[in-house]
């Protein structure tokens, strides 16, 4: 089933974001996560790759397991920055052999140990490059990634939401967006966006803040910006992790509520592997089906 097909029949749709464990690490351990958060029903759960060093390998055999163990659709991100055109041919070969048909398709951060490093130069530079191949492939249902508060490289909002509409031109069905703490700007980003007829499911991205260390290296990787609100509960709470897990979903569970009384599509829940939380935010929102 095509993933876009969810948008259209049911809202709003629970997605939730897992990470494949580290290669040092046993894979089954992210079954014992997904046991616990197959009983929220999601609509469907995306599986990263390449982020964090995992086996990227093991993005493929879980999107996989998802679709056959647990009956759940499932979203294979693909990266492609650092891929040649055969490579991904032989990868979308295994997604359809293993029964995949939904795929994040994403450039990916560009290396930061390589400072010359040119993606003019490679056989892909942009997201979208990926999307014409995937389209041109097989009828995969495909997914990109949209930044509210505009993609760190890109210095202007505005370029970067002409940049989104020629990457959703090119086959995309829907947006996942960046994490951001603040509904206001993605309210903003979705009038901008339908403004220049970007016109799919564009699902917010919500990242509960469980942990006051762990946020700070968040927000330097992917730019987001934190608001007074929540940088006073960080700061109140860095030494005092049970109250900083406490407060922490519960702003989620603000975010998530104010999101659906707008009338969003879905909510797309970066879960970082965990389930108590998950499920607790998930349960004060009303969103298990
Ligand atoms: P693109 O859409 O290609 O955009 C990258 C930059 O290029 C932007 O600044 C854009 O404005 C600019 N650009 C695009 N087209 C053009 C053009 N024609 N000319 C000039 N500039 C252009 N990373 C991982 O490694 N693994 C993951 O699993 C992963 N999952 C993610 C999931 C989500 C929902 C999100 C939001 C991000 C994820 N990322 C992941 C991070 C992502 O790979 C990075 O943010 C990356 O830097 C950009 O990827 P992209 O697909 O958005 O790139």
Same mark, same amino acid.
Request: glycine letters at 6%; proline letters at 6%; a negative charge.
């Given at each position: 089933?095509?993933?876009?097909?969810?948008?259209?029949?049911?809202?709003?749709?629970?997605?939730?974001?897992?990470?494949?464990?580290?290669?040092?690490?046993?894979?089954?351990?992210?079954?014992?996560?997904? $046991?616990?958060?197959?009983?929220?029903?999601? &609509?469907?759960?995306?599986?990263? !790759?390449? %982020? @964090?060093?995992?086996?990227?390998? *093991?993005?493929?055999?879980?999107?996989?397991?998802?679709?056959?163990?647990?009956?759940?659709?499932?979203?294979?991100?693909?990266?492609?920055?650092?891929?040649?055109?055969?490579?991904?041919?032989?990868?979308?070969?295994?997604?359809?052999?293993?029964?995949?048909?939904?795929?994040?398709?994403?450039?990916?951060?560009?290396?930061?140990?390589?400072?010359?490093?040119?993606?003019?130069?490679?056989?892909?530079?942009?997201?979208?490059?990926?999307?014409? $191949?995937?389209?041109?492939?097989?009828?995969? &249902?495909?997914?990109?990634?949209? !930044?509210? %508060? @505009?993609?760190?490289?890109?210095? *202007?909002?505005?370029?970067?939401?002409?940049?989104?509409?020629?990457?959703?031109?090119?086959?995309?069905?829907?947006?996942?967006?960046?994490?951001?703490?603040?509904?206001?700007?993605?309210?903003?980003?979705?009038?901008?966006?339908?403004?220049?007829?970007?016109?799919?499911?564009?699902?917010?991205?919500?990242?509960?803040?469980?942990?006051?260390?762990?946020?700070?290296?968040?927000?330097?990787?992917?730019?987001?910006?934190?608001?007074?609100?929540?940088?006073?509960?960080?700061?109140?709470?860095?030494?005092?992790?049970?109250?900083?897990?406490? %407060? @922490?979903?519960?702003?989620?569970?603000?975010?998530?509520?104010?999101?659906?009384?707008?009338?969003?599509?879905?909510?797309?829940?970066?879960?970082?592997?965990?389930?108590?939380?998950?499920?607790?935010?998930?349960?004060?929102?009303?969103?298990?089906?």
């Amino acid at each position: 089933m095509k993933i876009l097909d969810l948008y259209g029949r049911e809202k709003p749709v629970l997605s939730l974001e897992i990470f494949p464990p580290r290669v040092d690490y046993p894979l089954e351990t992210i079954f014992e996560t997904l $046991d616990h958060l197959q009983t929220l029903n999601p &609509g469907y759960i995306s599986v990263t !790759y390449g %982020a @964090g060093g995992s086996n990227r390998a *093991r993005t493929v055999e879980i999107a996989a397991r998802i679709k056959r163990e647990y009956g759940i659709e499932s979203l294979a991100h693909l990266t492609c920055v650092r891929h040649t055109q055969a490579e991904v041919d032989q990868i979308l070969d295994q997604l359809a052999e293993e029964g995949i048909r939904n795929i994040l398709a994403l450039r990916g951060d560009l290396p930061e140990d390589d400072p010359d490093f040119d993606p003019s130069q490679q056989d892909y530079g942009f997201a979208y490059e990926l999307i014409n $191949d995937i389209c041109k492939k097989a009828d995969f &249902g495909v997914a990109a990634a949209a !930044y509210p %508060a @505009g993609h760190p490289e890109c210095p *202007r909002l505005k370029d970067d939401l002409c940049n989104l509409k020629h990457k959703v031109d090119c086959g995309v069905d829907f947006l996942i967006t960046q994490l951001f703490f603040d509904n206001r700007i993605y309210y903003d980003f979705i009038d901008k966006a339908l403004a220049i007829k970007i016109d799919c499911p564009v699902v917010p991205g919500i990242m509960p803040v469980l942990n006051a260390r762990s946020i700070r290296r968040t927000i330097y990787l992917c730019g987001a910006s934190i608001p007074g609100p929540l940088l006073q509960l960080v700061d109140k709470y860095e030494h005092d992790a049970d109250s900083m897990e406490k %407060a @922490g979903i519960e702003y989620a569970s603000m975010q998530v509520d104010d999101l659906l009384t707008s009338g969003v599509p879905g909510i797309h829940l970066y879960t970082m592997n965990k389930h108590r939380q998950i499920i607790e935010i998930v349960n004060n929102v009303g969103l298990v089906k």
